[in-house]
C-alpha cells in the first residue's frame, strides 16, 4: 500500500528552529516529487514547495522561498519541512503529498510537469505561541 | 502569486448537479493542461478528485467530471450525495514551474 506517515503534533514558542518529517513506503521514494501544503486553521491550501529525491531538485513557492527549507533522506524514505525561525502565522496543519509529473522534450528542451498530488500524508499539526 | 479564484459556497439538493468554477490566468490555468482537483472532508486530508483537467484517479466515482475553457476550469458533480458535502479546491501548474490552489469551495448538500 503507498502511504505517507507524517510526524505528529508540534507545539514550539516565536524564534525555535523544527523540523518536520513525511516517510513514504509501497512506492518508489525517488521516481516522484515530494511536497508540502500548509493548510492555517479554517482556511485553504497553500503550495509551499517540492523536491526530486532522486537528485535533491527543489522548487519553493514565492510565497516561502526562503522561510522553509525542504529535504529528504533517501536512505529512510523521508522528507522533511524545516523552520529555523518559527513566527505565530506558521500556526497550520502541513500535508505532505507525492505529486505526480510528466516530463516533456520540445526542441531538445526537456520540462518537467508537476501536478496532481495523489497521495497524502495525514498531516501534522504545528502551533507556534509564547 | 494569488489564489486560482473559486465560489466560497455552493449548494444543491441530493440527486442534482453541480458546477464549481475555478477561474485563473494565461501563466496557469489557460497555459497549461495541469488542473487538478481536489476534495476535503472536515479534518481529514485532501483527496485527488481530477487531474489533468480531465482525467479520473483509480477509484473516484464517474460522477465527479472536470473541464477547462480558456482561462476557467470546472468540476462538476452529478448525482449529488450527502456524502459528497466537503470542500473543493482546484490547483494548476503555472508558468513560475509552481502549483497554486483556488481559494476552496464548501458544498453543502
Known amino acids: 500500500e503507498v502511504e505517507l506517515v507524517q510526524s505528529g503534533v508540534e507545539v514550539k514558542k516565536p524564534g525555535e528552529s523544527l523540523k518536520i518529517s513525511c516517510k513514504a513506503s509501497?512506492?518508489?521514494?525517488?521516481?516522484?516529487?515530494i511536497g508540502w501544503v500548509r493548510q492555517v486553521p479554517g482556511k485553504g491550501l497553500e503550495w509551499m514547495g517540492i523536491?526530486?529525491?532522486?537528485?535533491?531538485?527543489?522548487k519553493y513557492s514565492p510565497s516561502f522561498q526562503g522561510q522553509v527549507t525542504i529535504s529528504v533522506d533517501k536512505s529512510i524514505n523521508t522528507a522533511y519541512l524545516e523552520w529555523n525561525n518559527l513566527k505565530a502565522s506558521d500556526t497550520a496543519i502541513y500535508y505532505c503529498?507525492?505529486?505526480?509529473?510528466?516530463?516533456?522534450?520540445?526542441?531538445?528542451?526537456?520540462?518537467?510537469?508537476?501536478?496532481?498530488?495523489?497521495?497524502w500524508g495525514q498531516g501534522s499539526t504545528v502551533t507556534v505561541s509564547s | 502569486q494569488s489564489a486560482l479564484t473559486q465560489p466560497a459556497s455552493v449548494s444543491g439538493s441530493p440527486g442534482q448537479s453541480i458546477t464549481i468554477s475555478c477561474t485563473g490566468t494565461?501563466?496557469?490555468?489557460?497555459?497549461?493542461?495541469?488542473v487538478s482537483w481536489y476534495q476535503q472532508h472536515s479534518g481529514k486530508a485532501p483527496k485527488l478528485l481530477i487531474y489533468?483537467?480531465?482525467n479520473r484517479p483509480p477509484g473516484v466515482s464517474n460522477r465527479f467530471t472536470g473541464s477547462k475553457s480558456g482561462n476557467a476550469a470546472s468540476l462538476t458533480i452529478s448525482g449529488l450525495q450527502a456524502e459528497d458535502e466537503a470542500n473543493y479546491y482546484c490547483?494548476?501548474?503555472?508558468?513560475?514551474?509552481?502549483?497554486?490552489f483556488g481559494g476552496g469551495t464548501r458544498l453543502t448538500v
Open positions: 503529498a507525492r505529486h505526480r509529473d510528466r516530463v516533456t522534450s520540445v526542441r531538445g528542451v526537456v520540462t518537467t510537469y508537476y501536478y496532481g498530488l495523489d497521495v
Open positions: 509501497g512506492y518508489s521514494f525517488t521516481s516522484y516529487w
Open positions: 523536491i526530486l529525491p532522486a537528485d535533491f531538485e527543489t
Open positions: 494565461s501563466g496557469d490555468v489557460g497555459g497549461y493542461n495541469y
Open positions: 489533468e483537467v480531465t
Open positions: 490547483s494548476s501548474y503555472t508558468s513560475r514551474s509552481t502549483l497554486i
